[in-house]
């Protein structure tokens, strides 16, 4: 029974706003680091004509709905209060990094994310705080399934610019369904109180910086061809990470 709730799952996630890879709220250091415009993406794109559509639909969606939304939100609850959000679900969803880190032999990294684990948990209130970054130099890891299947040669396949969601691949859209099989909270939860979970986590996360998709789209001379670049080549560093 529970497979045929995970296959809802999955339907759920390309209309909703769990997922880490929202076009609004791609997670990108700054062009001055490397990530430039001119970077020439070898991302394959076959469907190239209905995800610019789907991304037309989502920038539309940014700015009329899910912008306002999040700097509504922002007023009535305080960024402090935001963050700490942030990083509760944060520390909540450890273990899939954990086991991630695991299947990618990345021994160095799963111990300080355990670490940080620990650390937050504990001195930091179940994760409401982030001491282990702030006093023990434990940054965030961010690891997760699309990544491992990076690491073991599997490439992006085809890029995707899902309708809500925007950029991804074949790849780490497998990779984000997997996340849920390998987080035990999916099996402690009803999957519709799983959903909202993450649907929270990533609203709340696009509020701490709701411009980010205008900033980068103000300096593209093409959006959809500069967010497909920034997206791949992001990830291409992820998994060389």
């Not at 959000?85 to 990294?109: A, C, M, S």
């Not at 909270?185 to 649907?199: D, H, Q, S």
């Not at 997206?231 to 060389?240: G, H, I, K, S, T």
Request: hydrophobic share 40%.
């Amino acid at each position: 029974m529970r497979w045929w709730l995970a296959l809802i799952l999955s339907v759920f996630l390309i209309t909703s706003f769990s997922s880490t890879y929202a076009a609004w709220n791609v997670e990108v250091p700054p062009a001055s680091e490397g990530f430039e415009e001119s970077f020439n993406a070898s991302m394959p794109d076959p469907f190239e004509p209905l995800n610019k559509f789907f991304f037309n639909v989502n920038d539309k969606l940014y700015y009329w709905v899910l912008r306002p939304a999040a700097k509504g939100y922002g007023k009535v609850v305080p960024k402090p209060v935001r963050r700490s959000i942030d990083n509760f679900f944060y520390n909540l969803f450890t273990p899939v990094r954990l086991i991630n880190e695991l299947l990618q032999f990345k021994f160095k990294k799963l111990a300080k994310d355990f670490a940080r684990f620990l650390a937050n948990t504990t001195i930091g209130i179940g994760g409401l705080f982030d001491p282990a970054a702030k006093w023990f130099n434990l940054p965030r890891e961010n690891e997760d399934l699309g990544q491992t299947l990076g690491v073991y040669g599997i490439g992006h396949i085809a890029y995707i610019d899902w309708p809500l969601l925007g950029p991804s691949s074949v790849r780490d859209t497998a990779g984000e369904i997997g996340d849920s099989f390998l987080d035990p909270i999916f099996y402690m939860v009803t999957t519709w109180t799983y959903i909202a979970i993450e649907a929270v986590y990533e609203f709340n996360k696009f509020s701490l910086n709701p411009d980010q998709y205008d900033e980068i789209k103000q300096e593209a001379f093409d959006p959809y061809i500069s967010l497909r670049n920034i997206y791949f080549q992001y990830r291409e560093e992820q998994v060389r990470e």
